[in-house]
Nanobody, 124 residues
Framework: QVQLVESGGGLVQAGGSLRLSCAAS????????MGWFRQAPGKERERAAA????????YYADSVKGRFTISRDNAKNTVYLQMNSLKPEDTAVYYC?????????????????WGQGTQVTVSS
């Protein structure tokens, strides 16, 4: 069973930066695709960014492209989300998710393991 623990959320002013981390337990992390999803109040959960098992393939939602960077360190069982030029519309709970596959999927139903979420609030 994979356990995921996010950290790094908080309150930041528009234009600022935050770095989210997601630490995973277990020996199979390097074989999983990972994703960062976010959910704002009253909205559906959306995939913000994702990364393949090796880090060679990445995905970004159009709304974050050019501002967010996803990366992973398989030796540390950790995936990161660097968020720059934050906007108030980035305010959401951010979830780390693991898919038991080498490559990511757009559907959150395809991710079997989830963290508890970390709140990101961007003030204007």
């Amino acid at each position: 069973q994979v356990q995921l623990v996010e950290s790094g959320g908080g309150l930041v002013q528009a234009g600022g930066s935050l770095r989210l981390s997601c630490a995973a337990s277990g020996r199979t992390f390097s074989t999983y695709a990972m994703g960062w999803f976010r959910q704002a109040p009253g909205k559906e959960r959306e995939r913000a960014a994702a990364i393949s098992w090796s880090g060679g393939d990445t995905y970004y939602a159009d709304s974050v492209k050019g501002r967010f960077t996803i990366s992973r360190d398989n030796a540390k069982n950790t995936v990161y989300l660097q968020m720059n030029s934050l906007k108030p519309e980035d305010t959401a709970v951010y979830y780390c998710a693991a898919r038991e596959s080498l490559y990511s999927s757009p559907s959150y139903y395809d991710y079997a393991h989830w963290g508890q979420g970390t709140q990101v609030t961007v003030s204007s």
